[in-house]
């Protein structure tokens, strides 16, 4: 269920069936030469789609917030970067919000490694005021899923930009994909990161995505998710060893 497509009057009729909601969340971002800035979003906009299309009965599709924390990459043109503090307000607001209007639970589907503190941070002073947060950062938490599929990951890499074939073939350049071994040692923060670490705004190996590995990864993720989402709707949040 897709919340602004509800009128008022019909978003409180149909509340009981779920009071559940996803909000996707991405950024404004360089992704190589060959990906649209879009890209962080794109993702969450079609597991969205997907689970709505399996299950949309059993969730509200809450707005996507497109805008993220970006500055390691603000150094490449059109890579829009909104610091972390106001991110994490700004998600947080819109969290406590929708537990106003009566979300008992909250799913941030994020796209975007930049928004992986703001929503830490916003969900730590959601669930004090009672509201059950579950934070799905897709390419990290599913990454054992996703290296079924793929060699390796990345920012703009293959798994990301095989994503993106499958979300749009035309907005992908394949010609100009390239790749960027460089691996951090250590999780080290310097003012050049951007620029050093991920040179031409990309990691990893781009050349070696297809269409088809990211079809496996939008299927075999969405199950993942809706299992999860059926496990946090139970209230099922650990098991027992
Ligand atoms: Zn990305």
Known sequence: MYLVNYTSDDFKANLSKAEIAIVPIGSVEAHGHHLPLGTDIFSPRLFCKLINERIGEEIWIAPEIPYGQSYDLSVYPGTINIPTEIVS???FFVGKSLLANGM???IFLNGHGGNVN???LASEKLMQLG??????N??????????????????AGEDESSAILYYDEKLVQMDKAIKNTKKPLMRVYFKDRGSVLYENAL???ATLATVEKGEKIFKLLTEKMIELIHNFKAGKYYIQE
Do not use: P, R
């Open 89 to 91: 307000n700004y998600i």
């Open 118 to 120: 703001a929503l830490n």
């Open 203 to 205: 990691s990893g190996d």
């Open 131 to 136: 509201m059950d947060v579950v934070i799905i």
């Open 138 to 155: 897709w390419w990290l938490d599913f990454s054992k899923d996703i290296l079924t599929v793929t060699e390796g990951q990345g920012h």
């Open 104 to 106: 008992k639970k909250l």
